[in-house]
């Protein structure tokens, strides 16, 4: 490296940093679709090239033309060769906008062909060049070439207006079909100005959603690596919102089942939010397609069960019936029923209901001194940890009090003060007082199902009550890396206009970053063991997992939890028809990576999903994190 001259270099050994560094190179194509503000740039001058001992002059005036057309580009590609990739900031939505295209693509085209290039340097010609293509060769040549053509095929039948008799290069673009105004929808989508339409073309369709292995922690495509079929990649699914957006080939709209049955398979797992190069968020557009497809319909069964599962489970709670319908569904008949009314997969068994729920468990243990000292954290109880684990909860709470925090709950009961926010919350409503005490909750079952009035209904109770806590410092730790995710991303997307959802979205804290970040110099205890795992695909996506990697590393927990989705994500794996993709998911990496770990490994997995897929799959019991330690601080 020092005999070619270069001033500084770095080897980097570091798998994780290498894996950095490479998604760079790989994501280059989709990332240059951005421009640094957040805009979108578009192909169309990608790839022309210049004899190298021209670069330098012809880059200068191919910035000088950019500026004299109001246009902005970042060039990126094989310098050596001469040959520029750019992403420009063409308008294209516009008649103005695709003018200006039309110009300065007549004006780059004679700028390359001065400094002796070429017009494509290591791609096709494609319609983009074809008409410009007499300008390169002269009109002599391309009419050698039309006879050429003409002659092997005469009725024009292979790539019929790409090379010669050329359609214009600014006929058919792919968004003269899209809506000119923003469709009304449910998220606030703040990375695109609100628009539905300018999210769903996001999508540059450099298929890396196709890809059939998973570097590292990666997540995207699990549906498509489950069945190879196009429709069930991101870009296959972004492919059909764009038609039915644009409304030729798919006519009806929010209603379409090829749409709808498309986005059947995909796993919520958002996946493509983090490791798609331009950020496709399809969990988000699945949400709220179904938000609109279902709009003033009855549902699927599942959308019920399981949508609402913390109203069912709350219920359950109240009447203190979980010993009972633990015991009804472990007849087989009718468990099989309660199957079939509830639209889920027969193959899946029906998780036992903890007899005690967490927060009952809370009320009755010796409340803590509240002036204990060390910094005050609010533990969230979400329904998993609540009705279905309170396993993990005692255990975060064990945890977090030996690293010297005072763990607190959120409120349950309304406090009488002025309405803020959006102005549709009721802080002293009686109905609310008599339906007795309430309870938080991230929306996120409401929110996969496409049930987003609701969502936005539980979310704005949800800031009520939680007022009180936002006017603390306190942190709000979560235990579900699901809800997690869904209150540090979906809540401020379906609650824009509340400044309270912002409020709340911010003090979201894992479990790992609220240790790292208000106990700093509290020592886990050493537990020495290898793990195996899940990294649960919200974690991944939305929150990352760099503290949690610390926090093992200081309690010599050694090896690499998989990447990949677990497959049941939530409601999906319980939903009938799923069971084979689901089932095929969990086989990809987790299965297999538990099955080769080591016989002394802790099998850790955060998310309540991936540890029932475990369990149901493997016959394995997975841990949060929080029980491994909790575990290894021993008997308070
Ligand atoms: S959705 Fe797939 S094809 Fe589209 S930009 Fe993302 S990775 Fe590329
Ligand atoms: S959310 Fe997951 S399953 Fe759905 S398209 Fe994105 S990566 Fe694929």
């Given at each position: 490296v020092r005999a070619a001259g270069v001033v500084d270099a770095l080897v980097v050994?570091?798998?994780?940093?290498?894996?950095?560094?490479?998604?760079?190179?790989?994501?280059?194509?989709?990332?240059?679709?951005?421009?640094?503000?957040?805009?979108?740039?578009?192909?169309?001058?990608?790839?022309?090239?210049?004899?190298?001992?021209?670069?330098?002059?012809?880059?200068?005036?191919?910035?000088?033309?950019?500026?004299?057309?109001?246009?902005?580009?970042?060039?990126?590609?094989?310098?050596?060769?001469?040959?520029?990739?750019?992403?420009?900031?063409?308008?294209?939505?516009?008649a103005a906008g695709v003018g200006r295209f039309r110009r300065f693509s007549e004006e780059l085209a004679d700028l390359v062909v001065a400094?002796?290039?070429?017009?494509?340097?290591?791609?096709?010609?494609?319609?983009?060049?074809?008409?410009?293509?007499?300008?390169?060769?002269?009109?002599?040549?391309?009419?050698?070439?039309?006879?050429?053509?003409?002659?092997w095929d005469p009725d024009d039948l292979l790539n019929p207006g790409m090379l010669v008799r050329p359609?214009?290069?600014?006929?058919?673009?792919?968004?003269?079909?899209?809506?000119?105004?923003?469709?009304?929808?449910?998220?606030?989508?703040?990375?695109?100005?609100?628009?539905?339409?300018?999210?769903?073309?996001?999508?540059?369709?450099?298929?890396?959603?196709?890809?059939?292995?998973?570097?590292?922690?990666?997540?995207?495509?699990?549906?498509?690596?489950?069945?190879?079929?196009?429709?069930?990649?991101?870009?296959?699914?972004?492919?059909?919102?764009?038609?039915?957006?644009?409304?030729?080939?798919?006519?009806?709209?929010?209603?379409?089942?090829?749409?709808?049955?498309?986005?059947?398979?995909?796993?919520?797992?958002?996946g493509c939010r983090s490791d798609c190069p331009v950020g496709v968020d399809m969990a988000t557009y699945k949400a709220e397609f179904l938000h609109h497809h279902y709009a003033g319909r009855r549902r699927p069964a599942a959308h019920y069960a399981l949508g609402r599962l913390p109203l069912w489970l709350r219920w359950t709670a109240r009447t203190r019936t979980a010993p009972a319908l633990n015991a009804l569904v472990a007849l087989r008949p009718l468990a099989a029923a309660a199957r079939r009314l509830a639209g889920l997969a027969p193959e899946r068994a029906i998780p036992p209901l903890a007899r005690q729920p967490f927060t009952r468990w809370w009320r009755r243990r010796p409340q803590p001194d509240p002036d204990s000292g060390g910094?005050?954290?609010?533990?969230?109880?979400?329904?998993?940890?609540?009705?279905?684990?309170?396993?993990?909860?005692?255990?975060?709470?064990?945890?977090?009090?030996?690293?010297?925090?005072?763990?607190?709950?959120?409120?349950?009961?309304?406090?009488?003060?002025?309405?803020?926010?959006?102005?549709?919350?009721?802080?002293?409503?009686?109905?609310?007082?008599?339906?007795?005490?309430?309870?938080?909750?991230?929306?996120?079952?409401?929110?996969?199902?496409?049930q987003l009035d609701r969502a936005r209904a539980v979310l704005r109770r949800t800031l009520d009550l939680m007022e009180p806590v936002l006017d603390t410092a306190a942190p709000v730790v979560v235990l579900e890396p699901s809800c997690a995710a869904a209150l540090r991303g979906d809540l401020p997307e379906l609650l824009p206009d509340d400044p309270r959802a912002r409020r709340l979205a911010d003090r979201v804290l894992t479990f790992a970053e609220t240790l790292e970040r208000h106990a700093p110099t509290w020592r886990p205890p050493r537990l020495d063991r290898p793990v195996t795992g899940q990294t649960h695909c919200h974690q991944h996506a939305v929150l990352g997992d760099a503290a949690d990697r610390r926090l093992r590393a200081a309690a010599a927990l050694t090896g690499e939890l998989s990447g990949g989705c677990c497959g049941l994500a939530g409601n999906f794996g319980f939903e009938k028809g799923h069971w084979e993709v689901s089932a095929a998911c969990a086989e990809e990496q987790l299965l297999p990576s538990v099955r080769a770990a080591p016989e002394d490994a802790l099998l850790l997995a955060d998310g309540y999903s991936c540890r029932t897929q475990l369990e149901q799959l493997a016959g394995v019991r997975g841990r949060h994190l929080a029980e491994v330690l909790a575990e290894g601080l021993g008997e308070p």
């Amino acid at each position: 490296v020092r005999a070619a001259g270069v001033v500084d270099a770095l080897v980097v050994t570091d798998p994780a940093a290498r894996r950095a560094l490479w998604r760079i190179r790989e994501d280059a194509s989709g990332t240059a679709t951005r421009m640094p503000d957040g805009t979108e740039a578009w192909p169309g001058w990608e790839d022309c090239a210049v004899p190298p001992a021209r670069l330098g002059a012809y880059l200068r005036e191919f910035r000088t033309l950019l500026t004299a057309h109001g246009l902005r580009g970042t060039p990126y590609g094989h310098f050596g060769d001469g040959c520029i990739h750019v992403r420009v900031d063409f308008d294209l939505l516009t008649a103005a906008g695709v003018g200006r295209f039309r110009r300065f693509s007549e004006e780059l085209a004679d700028l390359v062909v001065a400094h002796g290039g070429s017009l494509s340097g290591e791609h096709g010609d494609g319609q983009a060049r074809a008409e410009l293509l007499p300008r390169m060769y002269g009109a002599e040549t391309v009419a050698l070439f039309e006879r050429a053509k003409t002659l092997w095929d005469p009725d024009d039948l292979l790539n019929p207006g790409m090379l010669v008799r050329p359609a214009p290069l600014d006929a058919d673009l792919r968004f003269a079909v899209l809506p000119r105004e923003p469709v009304p929808v449910a998220f606030g989508y703040p990375a695109d100005g609100g628009d539905f339409t300018a999210a769903v073309r996001r999508c540059v369709g450099v298929a890396k959603c196709r890809t059939t292995e998973t570097p590292g922690a990666a997540v995207m495509c699990p549906s498509f690596r489950a069945t190879g079929q196009e429709e069930h990649s991101t870009r296959g699914r972004a492919r059909l919102l764009h038609e039915m957006l644009a409304g030729e080939v798919i006519t009806d709209g929010w209603r379409s089942t090829e749409v709808r049955d498309a986005l059947d398979l995909c796993l919520s797992c958002k996946g493509c939010r983090s490791d798609c190069p331009v950020g496709v968020d399809m969990a988000t557009y699945k949400a709220e397609f179904l938000h609109h497809h279902y709009a003033g319909r009855r549902r699927p069964a599942a959308h019920y069960a399981l949508g609402r599962l913390p109203l069912w489970l709350r219920w359950t709670a109240r009447t203190r019936t979980a010993p009972a319908l633990n015991a009804l569904v472990a007849l087989r008949p009718l468990a099989a029923a309660a199957r079939r009314l509830a639209g889920l997969a027969p193959e899946r068994a029906i998780p036992p209901l903890a007899r005690q729920p967490f927060t009952r468990w809370w009320r009755r243990r010796p409340q803590p001194d509240p002036d204990s000292g060390g910094d005050l954290v609010v533990l969230w109880p979400d329904t998993f940890t609540e009705h279905l684990a309170p396993t993990v909860g005692r255990a975060a709470v064990r945890v977090l009090e030996a690293a010297g925090l005072r763990v607190a709950l959120p409120p349950t009961r309304h406090l009488d003060r002025p309405p803020v926010g959006d102005g549709r919350s009721r802080l002293l409503n009686p109905v609310a007082l008599l339906r007795g005490r309430g309870q938080v909750c991230c929306g996120l079952t409401y929110v996969s199902t496409g049930q987003l009035d609701r969502a936005r209904a539980v979310l704005r109770r949800t800031l009520d009550l939680m007022e009180p806590v936002l006017d603390t410092a306190a942190p709000v730790v979560v235990l579900e890396p699901s809800c997690a995710a869904a209150l540090r991303g979906d809540l401020p997307e379906l609650l824009p206009d509340d400044p309270r959802a912002r409020r709340l979205a911010d003090r979201v804290l894992t479990f790992a970053e609220t240790l790292e970040r208000h106990a700093p110099t509290w020592r886990p205890p050493r537990l020495d063991r290898p793990v195996t795992g899940q990294t649960h695909c919200h974690q991944h996506a939305v929150l990352g997992d760099a503290a949690d990697r610390r926090l093992r590393a200081a309690a010599a927990l050694t090896g690499e939890l998989s990447g990949g989705c677990c497959g049941l994500a939530g409601n999906f794996g319980f939903e009938k028809g799923h069971w084979e993709v689901s089932a095929a998911c969990a086989e990809e990496q987790l299965l297999p990576s538990v099955r080769a770990a080591p016989e002394d490994a802790l099998l850790l997995a955060d998310g309540y999903s991936c540890r029932t897929q475990l369990e149901q799959l493997a016959g394995v019991r997975g841990r949060h994190l929080a029980e491994v330690l909790a575990e290894g601080l021993g008997e308070p």
